[in-house]
C-alpha cells in the first residue's frame, strides 16, 4: 500500500469554467474538471481500469515490480497493452506508466459526458480544453517550484503534462531531478518517459543529457527538467511565470 501523501499544489489547479470535484478509490486519488459533476461515473471507470489492472497482475505478479518493459505474448486489456507499449518506448517498466494510464482512461471514458476534461493524478495531467491550459510545476523544494508552469495550445486535441521527481513522492526514481515533465498527446507515454528521463538525471550537469534523449523518443512533444535553480527545455511548450 502507498503512503498517502497530501497534495497542496491542487490549491493553483482551476478551473472557473469547469466543475471540480475529486474522487479516490484505494491508492487512485483524481482531481478533476469537467462541465458537469460526474463523480459516479469517474468512480465506475476508476474502479474498472484498476480491475483490469489489478487482475492481470493477479496472473503475472512480476508486471508489478519489473523495471525493465514487459514481454506481452498474450491478448491483455486495452490499458494494459498501452502501459506495456509506453514501457517499450521509454525503456522502463511497465507501471511507470501507471498513474497516466488511469488518468487517460479514465478522462477519455468522461469525455462522453462532457466534451471539455481535465485529469490529475499524482502530477500527471489528462486534458482535453477549448483554448489554451497552463500546468504549473511542482518541483518540491526547488525555488522555481510552482513559480513557473508549462501553456500548451490543445487546439481540440487530448493533450497530457506529466511529471516525475527525485526529491519529491513515492514514485520509484533512481535520479535527483526536483522535476522532469514530458508533454505528449499519449498520457501513457509522457508518464513512462518522464519516469525514464528522471532516471538519467543524477545533478544539474545531466539535464541537457536528458533532453537529448528524450527528443529522440517519437511521441514526445516538449520536455521540462528542474535540478535546484537551473532549468532546461526544449519543445512544443511555452514556459510562463506563475
Not at 506495456?84 to 488518468?103: C, E, I, K, Y
Not at 520536455?223 to 512544443?236: D, R
Request: charged share 20%; proline share 4%; glycine share 10%.
Amino acid at each position: 500500500m502507498k503512503k498517502y501523501q497530501q497534495r497542496h499544489y491542487r490549491n493553483l489547479l482551476k478551473n472557473h469554467r469547469l466543475n471540480f470535484f475529486r474522487v479516490v478509490v484505494k491508492e487512485t486519488d483524481l482531481a478533476i474538471y469537467a462541465q458537469k459533476t460526474l463523480e459516479t461515473v469517474a468512480r465506475e471507470l476508476i474502479l474498472k481500469y484498476r480491475g483490469y489492472i489489478e487482475s492481470y497482475i493477479e496472473t503475472y505478479p512480476e508486471f508489478a515490480a519489473t523495471l525493465l518493459p514487459w514481454p506481452l505474448l498474450e491478448p491483455a486489456p486495452e490499458i494494459v497493452r498501452n502501459m506495456v507499449w509506453a514501457g517499450h518506448q521509454a525503456g522502463v517498466g511497465p507501471m511507470a506508466a501507471v498513474a497516466g494510464a488511469v488518468a487517460e482512461h479514465v478522462g477519455q471514458g468522461l469525455l462522453k459526458y462532457s466534451p471539455e476534461v481535465i485529469v490529475e493524478n499524482g502530477g500527471d495531467v489528462f486534458l482535453k480544453i477549448q483554448g489554451s491550459a497552463t500546468v504549473a510545476i511542482f518541483a518540491g523544494k526547488s525555488p522555481l517550484s510552482l513559480r513557473i508552469g508549462i501553456r500548451i495550445q490543445p487546439e481540440n486535441k487530448a493533450f497530457s503534462v506529466c511529471t516525475s521527481s527525485g526529491t519529491v513522492g513515492h514514485s520509484k526514481s533512481m535520479g535527483k531531478a526536483d522535476a522532469v515533465c514530458v508533454v505528449s498527446q499519449s498520457c501513457c507515454l509522457a508518464d513512462a518517459m518522464a519516469t525514464s528521463l528522471g532516471n538519467q538525471v543524477s545533478g544539474k550537469k545531466d539535464i541537457q543529457k536528458a533532453i537529448e534523449i528524450g527528443k529522440q523518443a517519437q511521441g514526445v512533444e516538449g520536455i521540462l527538467v528542474i535540478v535546484g535553480k537551473k532549468i532546461g527545455a526544449w519543445g512544443n511548450l511555452q514556459i510562463i511565470g506563475l
